[in-house]
Nanobody, 128 residues
């Protein structure tokens, strides 16, 4: 049973940075897509970024210029996926979840049904 645990959230001022971590246990990273998703109050869950270790691919959502400010990376030795978030904006405020999809190929975010394992989430609040 794959388990995921997020950490690294918190309160940060606009323009600040945070690095979220997703620790994966019970499975090898190269057997899964690992995605980051977020859900803001009153809004639906949206994909942020994903990585496929086996395919050597990363993908970023285009919404709110995530692609230009966020960077996904992984440390297979630590079985951890990171989301570096820079130049944070108030609209980035949300609960951030990581999730694992037991599939192969280039990772995608639209197919959320593929992600069958989810972490509990970590709160990110961007406010002055």
């Amino acid at each position: 049973q794959v388990q995921l645990a997020e950490s690294g959230g918190g309160l940060v001022q606009p323009g600040g940075s945070l690095r979220l971590s997703c620790s994966v246990s019970g499975g090898d990273l190269d057997r899964y897509w690992i995605g980051w998703f977020r859900q803001a109050p009153g809004k639906g869950r949206e994909g942020v970024s994903c990585v496929s270790s086996r395919a050597g691919s990363t993908y970023y959502a285009n919404a709110e210029s995530v692609k230009d400010r966020f960077t996904i990376s992984e440390d297979t030795a630590k079985s951890t996926v990171y989301l570096q978030m820079d130049n944070l904006k108030p609209e980035d405020t949300a609960i951030y979840h990581c999730a694992a999809a037991p599939t192969f190929g280039y990772c995608q975010l639209d197919q959320q049904y593929e992600y069958t394992y989810w972490g509990q989430g970590t709160q990110v609040t961007v406010s002055s």
